[in-house]
């Protein structure tokens, strides 16, 4: 166990006013622990590749064709930060924009051949790192992880009352 983890349950378990975990620190703690095997994979398998480099080649993995547009939208982030992200991949060959034929206005981002390449080695990683991150899950304590987790996204997503 991680010696991080084992802080926060240490603590969470000798709180006695306290009946519930602090379920974002437990959260924070597992991105903690995710994002730095994801930047160690990348500093040893994609040097100079960043975490939203991977991401945005993660995207057009799973939606080839797809427009900055479609990109900025998914990653709800600020549409010049993506718009750098895409043309310094661009840039290093992989990805490369086709034009739209319905719309000329648009340009459709795929994978280059090198691209397609280390999105497929970062996605083996991540099923890997997703199997060893719910080893000895029954699979009814997956779904109902999955499910969980899900809910919180929903709770998060909905306006501040």
């Known amino acids: ?95 490369h924009g086709q034009v739209d034929e319905q719309d000329r206005r648009n340009l459709r981002l795929y994978l280059t051949p090198q691209g397609q390449q280390l999105a497929d080695t970062l996605h083996t990683y991540k099923q890997q790192l997703s199997r060893q991150a719910i080893q000895g899950f029954t699979a009814a304590e997956e779904n109902q992880l999955a499910a969980l987790l899900t809910r919180l996204v929903k709770n998060l997503e909905e306006p501040e009352s």
């Open 1 to 95: 166990m991680s010696p991080i983890l084992e802080k926060l349950l240490d603590k969470v378990n000798h709180m006695s006013e306290r009946k519930t975990v602090d379920v974002l620190e437990v959260l924070h703690t597992v991105k903690h622990l995710l994002r730095s095997r994801e930047l160690r994979v990348l500093r040893d398998t994609a040097p100079g590749v960043s975490h939203m480099d991977a991401r945005v080649l993660g995207f057009f993995n799973r939606r080839p064709g797809e427009t900055l547009s479609a990109l900025i939208q998914h990653a709800g982030r600020d549409k010049g930060q993506m718009a750098r992200l895409v043309g310094s991949l661009r840039e290093r060959g992989l990805l």
